[in-house]
């Protein structure tokens, strides 16, 4: 039977601790089903969805802290990785307004709509008072959802945008 939790490590970064990190899961019967790494400085912190093997985590998530000590770890136990979604980048552009980053995430979430990353962006308009904006977006869309409806989806906020997609 194999276990999955969620691992959040954060602390100070230092050259192939990513790669270590991962060569101690893989030596204790893990693998990583996702990750994400941010770094900033002399700083990083990553969340990482670990599946292993065995079916008992405490060995591995005591193995890392033990091996890092340096770093801080949190644990949270986790479902099977999930197939139903596909993977989806979309960008959008339209006219800024307060509030607007808030009504996106609250739409996608009420669709079933996981956002992995975004970056928005707010472009000021030379010459008017108006202001653009722009989001990139990755998603994790329910594999019946098509691009049609999500288009359909943001119609609904009223933005007049204009929305492309790439898988």
Same mark, same amino acid.
């Given at each position: 039977m194999q276990a999955c939790f969620i691992s959040t490590v954060s602390g100070p970064f230092s050259p192939h601790l990513i790669a270590d990190i991962a060569k101690i899961t893989r030596q204790s019967g893990g693998h990583w089903l996702s990750s994400k790494i941010i770094r900033i400085d002399d700083q990083f912190s990553a969340m990482m969805k670990v599946e292993v093997s065995s079916g008992d985590p405490e060995p591995l998530q005591d193995q890392l802290e033990s091996t890092f000590p340096q770093l801080r770890f949190t644990f949270e136990e986790a479902g099977p990785q999930k197939t139903e979604?596909?993977?989806l980048s979309l960008t959008l552009h339209c006219a800024d307004r307060s509030g607007l980053t808030h009504d996106i995430n609250t739409l996608f979430d009420g669709l079933d709509i996981a956002i992995t990353h975004q970056e928005n962006n707010r472009v000021a308009v030379m010459g008017s008072n108006e202001t653009v904006y722009q989001a990139k977006l990755q %998603?994790?869309?329910p594999q019946a959802m098509? *691009? *049609?409806d999500i288009a359909g989806a943001l119609d609904? %906020?009223?933005i007049n945008h204009r929305v492309s997609f790439s898988e």
């Open positions: 979604h596909r993977i %998603l994790e869309v098509t *691009d *049609d609904t %906020l009223n």
